[in-house]
């Protein structure tokens, strides 16, 4: 049962456009969300994280939109850069119960940025 | 100020053999947590560890694999009697302090990969 989904495995995109990355998640106990970046063979560095409260944070390039009633989330990548091609994870935490060391993962959807 | 350390990078055992992995957390951070993913999927929640102890272990499978983080030394995850299916990239996260919340952010190693043949 996967609680978090990227539908899309891979996105394609050219320079200087905008990059969407979308996310959806099944349990509504979730209140926190997160995105990683991840090149090949390193660990994921945190991006962009929005809580429950919120429905839109922004960080320089990156902006991540939260739905609550449609349990959806996206990152906004503008411009993209060549230097943005990564894999992208969404997580999810469930922050009531003390749980807020556990995230649970999707299965990523690789970027890549055309020149 | 060095991010969190994980060693071996690359692991290769037979089947049946142990598995060691290590981990040290950043300078003052004392929570680590260990993750692993397996090919194709999202990385999964295994173990959360405080110094000498053992805080959540609901993501570890009942057999074989096991937890530590002594009061000196690195964080070791030990994988005994390896099948082909621990085959994964075992990532160590760690914090200064539980988990996420208002200006607590959990960073993650570059991963140890283990294959076995």
């Known amino acids: 049962d996967q609680q978090v989904k990227q539908n899309s495995p891979s996105l394609s995109v050219q320079e200087g456009r905008i990059s969407i990355l979308n996310c959806d998640y099944t349990?509504?106990?979730?209140?926190?969300f997160l995105w990683y970046k991840k090149y090949p063979a390193e660990g994921p560095t945190f991006l962009i994280s929005?809580?429950?409260?919120?429905d839109k944070n922004e960080d320089g390039r990156f902006t991540v939109f939260l739905n609550k009633s449609a349990k959806h989330l996206s990152l906004h990548i503008v411009p993209s850069q060549p230097g943005d091609s990564a894999v992208y994870f969404c997580?999810?935490?469930?922050?009531?119960?003390?749980?807020?060391?556990?995230?649970?993962f999707g299965k990523g959807t690789l970027l890549t940025v055309n020149p | 100020n060095a991010g969190v350390m994980q060693n071996p990078r690359h692991l290769v055992r037979r089947r049946g053999q142990e598995a060691r992995l290590r981990c040290s957390p950043m300078?003052?951070?004392?929570?680590v947590y260990w993750y692993r993913q397996l090919p194709e999927e999202g990385l999964k929640f295994m173990v959360y560890?405080?110094?000498?102890?053992?805080?959540?272990e609901s993501g570890m499978p009942k057999e074989r694999f096991s937890a530590e983080f002594p009061k000196e030394g690195p964080s070791i995850l030990r994988i005994q009697q390896v099948v082909r299916g621990d085959s994964a990239a075992y990532f160590c996260?760690?914090?200064?302090?539980?988990?996420?919340?208002?200006?607590?952010?959990?960073?993650f190693g570059e991963g140890s990969w283990l294959t076995v043949v």
């Open positions: 560890l405080q110094k000498e102890n053992i805080i959540d």
């Open positions: 996260a760690s914090s200064p302090s539980q988990g996420y919340n208002s200006g607590n952010t959990i960073y």
């Open positions: 929005i809580s429950s409260i919120k």
């Open positions: 300078k003052g951070h004392s929570h």
């Open positions: 349990n509504s106990m979730f209140d926190y």
């Open positions: 997580a999810a935490s469930d922050r009531s119960g003390g749980s807020n060391y556990k995230l649970t």
